[in-house]
């Protein structure tokens, strides 16, 4: 039986007011640099303009959030939930910081206050119905051994899948590229994919890149292979254009081996969309079915799990929506399909220990 590794891989207030003119400008410049994700040059900028709105505030402290400074996100978070004008996400955010802390009881009162401002929310009322299980959650009940891998960078490491005897996965360390080009969301050498050898006790080593011709200048990967190691799914950027809002979307491609063994040309998965993000493919093993996870419209929330049909003629039946009970408002990502049918996948909307948290669902025998 083959083993499954998952990697997931994810001040004071003392604004004073300022009229408008130079304070103004900086603020839009903050702000510019808050949607295009440069999170520690909005930090920079918001910290310079000394604005007092809410919206500054808010954005000063999801970029402190963004770039890992979870100690700064509580404290402005802490404040700014107190202020008239504050939102039940306002809120849900603070109780999002407190779990990262592992402040676990603050974020219970939190995600209860949420769920009074919000009730319709499923969000809220999953935390609510399982408040106090962090606890139960943290317990180490011996069912894994997990084991931190040598080949590991400082950078991101996550989607491991087998590949003939080696582990391929995504990574944002270093590479050899000539030119390096950097992530605005955290300054981070873009994704690429790697492999590695994996030894008979499952250490890995000797990572490096897998191909050359495949890694581009922006994002590439995760990857997923049929069971026959015949077709590759790969997700990348869309390096054709950016989205009406200035966005450069994720999508996926099939790429199949010729008759020499060689990857053949990349074929546009149908469901690309410059207005829209389709990636984290997983394949069944039969085949005949795709996970993904995709923003497109139509979902439960931010980011939605789907399969859809691969037919016998290598053409795609409709989405499908794996509904509400794995589905959230928040972000449901990363699918894989188990040999067995046992789907796993990251999720911040489900209840949790805070972030992104790994899910299993049991397959379903009348499906």
Known sequence: MKKLYISVVFLSLGFLGFSQGEGSGKVKKATASFENYSYDSAIEKYEKAQDGSLESQRNLAASYF????????????SALITQEGATAEDVLAYASVLQENKKYSEADAMMTKFNTMSPADSRGKGYVAAQGSAAQLMQDKGQFTVKHLDINSEQEDFSP?????KVLFASSREGVKSIFRRWNRN???FLDVYQADRADNNDLSNPEDFQRKLNKKYHEGPVCFNSEETKMILTRNNYKGKSEDGTIKLMMWTIEKDEEGKWGKAVAFPLNSPEYSVGHPSLSEDGKWLYFASDMPGGLGGVDIYKIEIKADSTYGDPINLGDKINTIGNDRFPFISEDGHLFFASDGHPGLG?????EVLPNKED
């Open 355 to 359: 972030g992104m948290d790994l899910y």
């Open 161 to 165: 899948v087998y590949y003939e005897g």
């Open 187 to 189: 300054h981070l050498p």
């Open 66 to 77: 963004k770039v890992g400074n979870t100690v700064k996100a509580e404290e402005l978070y």
